[in-house]
T-cell receptor
Framework: AQSVTQLDSHVSVSEGTPVLLRCNYS??????LFWYVQHPNKGLQLLLKYTSAATLVKGINGFEAEFKKSETSFHLTKPSAHMSDAAEYFC?????????FGTGTSLTVIP | DAGVTQSPTHLIKTRGQQVTLRCSPKSGHDTVSWYQQALGQGPQFIFQYYEEEERQRGNFPDRFSGHQFPNYSSELNVNALLLGDSALYLC????????????FGPGTRLTVT
């Protein structure tokens, strides 16, 4: 069975400092992993995806994530937070014909 | 390139009523999935449609049903509405055979009173 666990429900950073959002996955086969962002009252936007190619994946808006099989992790990072990054972030693993979402991490950016 | 569109944006219904939500997939996509997102939670998979058939279903009762049309658009129907059905309903489209990312619409906010 596939599942993801987002280790922090809330993360708060100062503008210009690094962002780290943590995600561990469980999968019975080689996983396809995604990070989505959801701004208030908006739909979900794909940030980046891992599908068994390069383990360091670059996404939009300066975000990237590293797939670590030995740690079953897929953490999302950004070198420097911007006010517009404040949103809800979801780690997702693809199963058979469906996506399994984590419970989300709310990112607050302090000016 | 048109993205995923959903209608209506907001909807208020009374307990026991029935509701229909609509979704048009991203241009070129042939697969539609529906998710329910309760307040403060991650989206939960309801079902997926491909070739006008429901081919995967999550843990939702039969009150939730759907349909896919030949042009790949889709409807989600919920009967006998309960207060607990109040949520954001998200439609996602993808392409059978890959790439496997799903593109989401803005959602329909359903409030049941």
């Amino acid at each position: 069975a596939q599942s993801v666990t987002q280790l922090d429900s809330h993360v708060s950073v100062s503008e210009g400092t690094p962002v780290l959002l943590r995600c561990n996955y469980s999968s019975s086969y080689s996983p396809s992993l995604f990070w989505y962002v959801q701004h208030p009252n908006k739909g979900l936007q794909l940030l980046l995806k891992y599908t068994s190619a390069a383990t360091l994946v670059k996404g939009i808006n300066g975000f990237e994530a590293e797939f670590k099989k030995s740690e079953t992790s897929f953490h999302l990072t950004k070198p420097s937070a911007h006010m517009s990054d404040a949103a809800e972030y979801f780690c997702v693993v693809r199963g058979l014909n469906q996506f399994y979402f984590g419970t989300g991490t709310s990112l607050t950016v302090i000016p | 390139d048109a993205g995923v569109t959903q209608s209506p944006t907001h909807l208020i219904k009374t307990r026991g009523q029935q509701v229909t939500l609509r979704c048009s997939p991203k241009s070129g996509h042939d697969t539609v999935s529906w998710y329910q997102q309760a307040l403060g939670q991650g989206p939960q998979f309801i079902f997926q449609y491909y070739e006008e058939e429901e081919r995967q279903r999550g843990n939702f009762p039969d009150r939730f049903s759907g349909h896919q049309f030949p042009n790949y658009s889709s409807e989600l129907n919920v009967n006998a509405l309960l207060l607990g059905d109040s949520a954001l309903y998200l439609c996602a489209s993808s392409l059978e055979g890959g790439p496997y990312e799903q593109y989401f619409g803005p959602g329909t906010r359903l409030t049941v009173t």
